[in-house]
Each structure stands twice: as structure tokens, then as C-alpha cells.
């Protein structure tokens, strides 16, 4: 259970820097640079350790993290400066379980039952519990819609990402073999760095031509007035796609699947202290009571699959 426990912390962890270096260094660079190095020091643990480019299934890795890493990531990165970590955090992970079930059900044929409507519902009951009181709602309306909507995108994405991850796992098992999880992180990896790469230079182009008069921004980021984003980009590299990722990949090699999210899905809840301790953020009764029924919601999700 310790890898399970690990996850979750090093996930929550990464929301809170993911978070400042998005304050620090601008959604943009902030996603770019964390994926790059992301890529770099998985790149070196899979060569090192794992299989690199080994195992047969590359390509399906590659769209996985393409459509998780590159479109999920950039989303949920952009949201966080509209929503504080809190509340993207408890769209990411509880729509997520809702949508992964909903891939599955169109494209795996897994079932979804009556009771995993009903809890869905809670879910969503629950997250717009924790949203807070008309008033706080009232303070965030000009960034609060725009972020609902980035953090919904990146929740789809996310499970869309992972649930094609299932598909590459179901093809190895078709054919008797498996792949560690330093070696499928880091073959994600190849797909989310393109698309953020291509992400990247389109938005920076067309900033460019808005305002051709501006400064190259392409190393914005070593400015000294963002310098100390690198800190927290680090950190939030380290802790999120790097060091999580592969304590999640090594729960689920010792502890069924289930438990292993289940735990996961505690996410957001880790969140709201960490949250209130780094960024100030206040935390009313409403919204801790919110979050732990979407929560509650996740993980009866979860078992009931």
C-alpha cells in the first residue's frame, strides 16, 4: 500500500508547484518546460533500467500520452491560474473517473451500470458543492467558466489518455508479454512531448505576429523576473510525471488496480491542506464537505467496476 500512499502525496504535491509555476513562469512555459524535462529524466531511467523504445507496442504509448500529456496536461495547466489547485484538482481527478468509465463503456465494451450513473451523479453533486457559496463564486466569475471548462478538457483527455494505455497493456497480454513502468511512462512520454512542442510553437507564433515587435519568447522563462519558476517546474517534473507516474506503476505491479485508485482518488482532499498551508487559499466547511463527497463518489465508482 505505500507505493498507493505515495502516489497520492506526490500527486497532490505536484499540484500545489505545478500551480506557482504556472503563476511564476506563465501556463505556457510552465507546461512546456515541465514535459521536457519530464521526457529527459524518464528517458534515462527507461534506457537505464527499463527497455526504451522496447516492447512492441511504442506507438500506442505514444497516443496515449499524446492525447493525455499533450492535451490533457496543457489544459489542466492553463486552469489552474482560474481556479487555484483546490478546485482544478477536484475536477481533474473525479471527472476523470467518470469519463474514463465512459470511454471504456464506447470503446472497450466495459460495463456501465445504473450505479455507476448514481454515483457519477454524486460526483458531480459534489463538485459543485465544493465550487463554494454563490458569493466566492461571484468573486472568480470572470476566470471560474473558462476554467471549469479547461479543467473538464483536461479530465476528458486524461482518461482518454489512459484508457488507450489500457488498450497498449491489452495488446501486450495478447501476445503474453508486459512492459515496466519507467519504459510505458517514458513512451508516453515521445507523444505528449510532440504535441506540446507543437502546442507551443503555434500559440508563441501566433503571439508573434499579435505583437511583432516582441521580444523572442521562446526562452521567456530565463528572464530574471521567472527565474525562480525553475524551482517549482523541477519540482513539479519530479513529482508529478516522473516520480508519481512511477510509483503509481509500481502499486499496481504489487496491489490490484482498485485499491490502487481508490487511494488515488484521494487526491483532491490531500490537496485542500496543502493548499491552505503554501498558497493561503481559504477553505470553507462547504467546500471540505464538497470534496469529500466527490471523493466518496470516486471511489465507490471505482469498486463498482
Given at each position: 500500500m505505500l507505493p498507493a500512499v505515495l502516489t497520492a502525496a506526490l500527486f497532490a504535491t505536484s499540484v500545489i508547484l505545478g500551480h506557482r509555476a504556472a503563476r511564476l513562469a506563465g501556463s505556457l512555459e510552465a507546461n512546456f518546460w515541465r514535459v521536457i524535462l519530464a521526457t529527459i529524466f524518464l528517458a534515462l531511467m527507461a534506457f537505464s533500467f527499463g527497455l526504451g523504445l522496447g516492447g512492441g507496442v511504442v506507438g500506442w504509448f505514444a497516443l496515449s500520452g499524446a492525447i493525455g500529456v499533450g492535451l490533457g496536461d496543457f489544459a489542466i495547466y492553463h486552469a489552474l491560474p482560474l481556479l487555484g489547485p483546490r478546485i482544478t484538482s477536484l475536477f481533474v481527478q473525479c471527472f476523470m473517473a467518470v469519463f474514463a468509465a465512459l470511454f471504456e463503456w464506447v470503446w472497450l465494451g466495459t460495463t456501465f451500470t445504473w450505479q455507476q450513473g448514481l454515483l457519477s451523479a454524486t460526483i458531480l453533486a459534489g463538485v459543485l458543492t465544493a465550487l463554494g457559496t454563490p458569493g466566492e463564486i461571484r468573486e472568480h466569475a470572470r476566470t471560474l467558466w473558462p476554467g471549469i471548462v479547461l479543467a473538464v478538457l483536461g479530465a476528458a483527455a486524461t482518461a482518454g489518455g489512459a484508457v488507450v494505455s489500457r488498450k497498449a497493456y491489452a495488446v501486450l497480454a495478447q501476445h503474453g508479454t508486459t512492459l515496466d513502468g519507467i519504459t510505458s511512462g517514458f513512451q508516453r512520454m515521445i507523444g505528449g512531448l510532440a504535441v506540446s512542442m507543437l502546442l507551443y510553437l503555434v500559440l508563441r507564433t501566433l503571439q508573434h505576429r499579435r505583437d511583432p515587435g516582441a521580444e523572442p519568447r521562446l526562452f521567456a522563462i530565463a528572464t530574471p523576473a521567472r527565474r525562480k519558476a525553475w524551482l517549482w517546474i523541477v519540482g513539479n517534473s519530479l513529482t508529478g510525471?516522473?516520480?508519481?507516474?512511477?510509483?503509481?506503476?509500481?502499486?499496481?505491479?504489487?496491489?490490484?488496480?482498485?485499491?490502487?485508485?481508490?487511494?488515488?482518488?484521494?487526491?483532491?482532499?490531500?490537496?485542500?491542506?496543502?493548499?491552505?498551508?503554501?498558497?493561503?487559499?481559504?477553505?470553507?466547511?462547504?467546500a471540505a464537505v464538497g470534496s469529500l463527497v466527490a471523493v466518496a463518489g470516486v471511489v465507490g465508482l471505482i469498486l463498482s467496476r
Open positions: 510525471q516522473t516520480l508519481g507516474v512511477s510509483c503509481m506503476q509500481w502499486a499496481l505491479a504489487t496491489i490490484p488496480a482498485a485499491q490502487v485508485l481508490v487511494v488515488t482518488a484521494t487526491t483532491p482532499i490531500l490537496v485542500i491542506p496543502l493548499a491552505r498551508i503554501f498558497e493561503g487559499e481559504r477553505i470553507t466547511p462547504r
